[in-house]
């Protein structure tokens, strides 16, 4: 068997990489001593793979918004029984979810390791979908769609998004509409599964106290190998460079209003070390303009126009990237204000390249620290993967970084043309 070793020594962490045949790679990271083992079954699928074809010169495939997600609930149900039911007999903690890019199995145990992991790698490859509970489903997850368009902190993120693009299905919320998954069927279900399911589109990560040769043992004896898959061309309807709107107001039941604002980023790329830098870039001058040691945040909180809810985020996938910043606030609108003012005056005087340094290192710091838990290294391994990056590359980028790229991110991200807020008021 084909296994290859990767060590970092510098934060004492090693790697081993096996291909089965099929295409799959399965990533083994031993921590000797854990009791806990996290093993997770991930496919480059997301909310937002709703077009897509098969090969040059074969027709668009365009699927109900939504499908990823309710495949993803298809799943568990098997025709013995429900999968959940069999994980807790074998005394494991097993979960799911769909992201905007990727849909993720996994489970965590601390003994019977090897009977759980053949069953995560089992139930994933072969789905039991009938059209009667394809009908079943939709009542649920129709609660759940109902559920969240009354919860205000995810209402207020989607419409943050809502105000950034025009077409880009990053706006449509992961579950999709009532409307949408009326539209779904077995036959369509399954046109998804066969496409992006394929192991060559799918990974593997194991990390804790595991002997690496016996998963990919294991891997080996359980992964089907199927035909070799043409090449899935992801589509993506082309977006205004700017934004739709700069504001987005909803009212619902709130003691107090909530807001995100952000930046739509218009340049970057979504692939390779270019994604980590430009991701890491525009964290620390996040965390630089509005992060907790920063002047502005102490006088937004000392203002009150801010509390301990408030915080940020960049994302960025194969067809979007943006900022998201906010919490609670009384005045909303002032907080913009202030940040608009804050960028200006960063603008004038110029970054402070001690703040960077120093917030740097502290990223850095707590990346390390990370390394600690083993579902913080699968959530991070898996959210850089499918971006043709390793998780590990982190160090090179964190090390690389220079003082001139970030001032020149800041100078052409930080463009108020592309500041967006949306804010959920009071009944």
């Given at each position: 068997?084909?296994?290859?070793?990767?060590?970092?020594?510098?934060?004492?962490?090693?790697?081993?990489?096996?291909?089965?045949?099929?295409?799959?790679?399965?990533?083994?990271?031993?921590?000797?001593?854990?009791?806990?083992?996290?093993?997770?079954?991930?496919?480059?699928?997301?909310?937002?793979?709703?077009?897509?074809?098969?090969?040059?010169?074969?027709?668009?495939?365009?699927?109900?918004?939504?499908?990823?997600?309710?495949?993803?609930?298809?799943?568990?149900?098997?025709?013995?029984?429900?999968?959940?039911?069999?994980f807790s007999k074998l005394g494991s903690n097993p979960n799911a979810y769909t992201g905007f890019a990727q849909t993720v199995y996994l489970f965590?145990?601390?003994?019977?390791f090897k009977d759980n992991f053949e069953l995560l790698l089992t139930f994933v490859q072969n789905p039991h979908i009938t059209e009667e509970s394809?009908?079943?489903?939709?009542?649920?997850?129709?609660?759940?769609?109902?559920?969240?368009?009354?919860?205000?902190?995810?209402?207020?993120?989607?419409?943050?998004?809502?105000?950034?693009?025009?077409?880009?299905?990053?706006?449509?919320?992961?579950?999709?509409?009532?409307?949408?998954?009326?539209?779904?069927?077995?036959?369509?279900?399954?046109?998804?599964?066969?496409?992006?399911?394929?192991?060559?589109?799918?990974?593997?990560?194991?990390?804790?106290?595991?002997?690496?040769?016996?998963?990919?043992?294991?891997?080996?004896?359980?992964?089907?190998?199927?035909?070799?898959?043409?090449?899935?061309?992801?589509?993506?309807?082309?977006?205004?460079?700017?934004?739709?709107?700069?504001?987005?107001?909803?009212?619902?039941?709130?003691?107090?209003?909530?807001?995100?604002?952000?930046?739509?980023?218009?340049?970057?790329?979504?692939?390779?070390?270019?994604?980590?830098?430009?991701?890491?870039?525009?964290?620390?001058?996040?965390?630089?303009?509005?992060?907790?040691?920063?002047?502005?945040?102490?006088?937004?909180?000392?203002?009150?126009?801010?509390?301990?809810?408030?915080?940020?985020?960049?994302?960025?996938?194969?067809?979007?990237?943006?900022?998201?910043?906010?919490?609670?606030?009384?005045?909303?609108?002032?907080v913009k204000e202030r940040v608009v003012e804050e960028i200006g005056s960063i603008r004038n005087k110029g970054l402070d390249q001690n703040s960077?340094?120093?917030?740097?290192?502290?990223?850095?710091?707590?990346?390390?620290?990370?390394?600690?838990?083993?579902?913080?290294?699968?959530?991070?391994?898996?959210?850089?993967?499918?971006?043709?990056?390793?998780?590990?590359?982190?160090?090179?980028?964190?090390?690389?970084?220079?003082?001139?790229?970030?001032?020149?991110?800041?100078?052409?991200?930080?463009?108020?043309?592309?500041?967006?807020?949306?804010?959920?008021?009071?009944?």
């Amino acid at each position: 068997m084909d296994i290859k070793t990767v060590e970092y020594k510098n934060v004492d962490e090693v790697m081993h990489v096996h291909e089965h045949k099929s295409g799959l790679k399965t990533f083994v990271i031993p921590k000797k001593g854990y009791s806990k083992k996290y093993a997770t079954f991930a496919t480059h699928y997301g909310s937002i793979n709703n077009e897509f074809s098969l090969g040059e010169g074969e027709g668009v495939i365009r699927v109900p918004d939504g499908i990823a997600h309710f495949l993803e609930h298809k799943l568990f149900e098997q025709e013995d029984g429900s999968v959940m039911d069999k994980f807790s007999k074998l005394g494991s903690n097993p979960n799911a979810y769909t992201g905007f890019a990727q849909t993720v199995y996994l489970f965590s145990c601390t003994d019977r390791f090897k009977d759980n992991f053949e069953l995560l790698l089992t139930f994933v490859q072969n789905p039991h979908i009938t059209e009667e509970s394809v009908e079943k489903e939709k009542q649920i997850i129709g609660q759940e769609i109902r559920m969240y368009n009354d919860n205000p902190n995810w209402r207020v993120f989607f419409n943050l998004l809502d105000a950034f693009y025009e077409k880009n299905p990053v706006k449509i919320d992961i579950a999709g509409s009532i409307e949408s998954i009326s539209k779904i069927n077995k036959n369509v279900l399954y046109t998804c599964y066969n496409t992006f399911y394929h192991p060559s589109n799918m990974m593997v990560l194991v990390v804790g106290d595991v002997e690496p040769a016996e998963v990919f043992s294991q891997v080996e004896e359980n992964i089907i190998a199927k035909d070799k898959r043409p090449e899935i061309k992801r589509i993506f309807p082309e977006d205004p460079a700017g934004i739709r709107k700069d504001y987005i107001e909803q009212k619902l039941a709130v003691s107090m209003p909530l807001f995100q604002m952000g930046f739509k980023d218009i340049n970057f790329n979504s692939k390779g070390i270019e994604c980590l830098k430009r991701e890491i870039a525009v964290k620390i001058l996040l965390d630089m303009v509005m992060g907790r040691s920063s002047e502005l945040y102490n006088r937004l909180y000392n203002d009150g126009l801010i509390n301990n809810t408030f915080g940020f985020d960049y994302s960025i996938e194969e067809s979007y990237a943006y900022s998201a910043f906010g919490g609670e606030s009384k005045e909303p609108f002032k907080v913009k204000e202030r940040v608009v003012e804050e960028i200006g005056s960063i603008r004038n005087k110029g970054l402070d390249q001690n703040s960077y340094e120093r917030i740097k290192r502290a990223m850095n710091g707590r990346f390390i620290r990370q390394l600690n838990s083993i579902e913080r290294i699968s959530h991070m391994f898996i959210s850089v993967y499918f971006k043709d990056v390793n998780m590990f590359d982190y160090f090179n980028v964190y090390e690389n970084m220079s003082f001139d790229y970030v001032k020149t991110v800041f100078d052409e991200y930080f463009n108020l043309d592309n500041l967006a807020l949306s804010v959920i008021n009071p009944v």
